[in-house]
């Protein structure tokens, strides 16, 4: 899962986190980390979604004539 990462770089990143934030707010700090996370895939989804309506992801060509 985690490529050339090993416990202890884990756990130095815990305790940098710890340090920085504090106990009580990592709650908080994980809740809006959640939050972004599920907007950033909602988006995504979406983008895919246009994407498979329109069923053309490819940019006109040279000889394409552009309408209007």
């Known amino acids: 899962m ?3 990462i090993g416990g202890t770089e884990i756990l130095l990143v ?3 986190v710890l340090i920085l934030f504090g ?3 990592i709650p908080d700090l994980a809740r809006t ?6 907007e950033i895939r ?3 989804n979406q983008v895919k979604a246009e994407i498979d309506k329109t069923g053309d ?3 006109p ?3 394409h004539n552009k309408p209007g």
């Open 2 to 4: 985690f490529n050339g």
């Open 14 to 16: 815990v305790l940098v």
């Open 23 to 25: 106990s009580k707010r």
């Open 33 to 38: 980390l959640g939050k972004a996370s599920r």
């Open 42 to 44: 909602k988006a995504v």
């Open 57 to 59: 992801i490819d940019p």
């Open 61 to 63: 060509g040279p000889g």
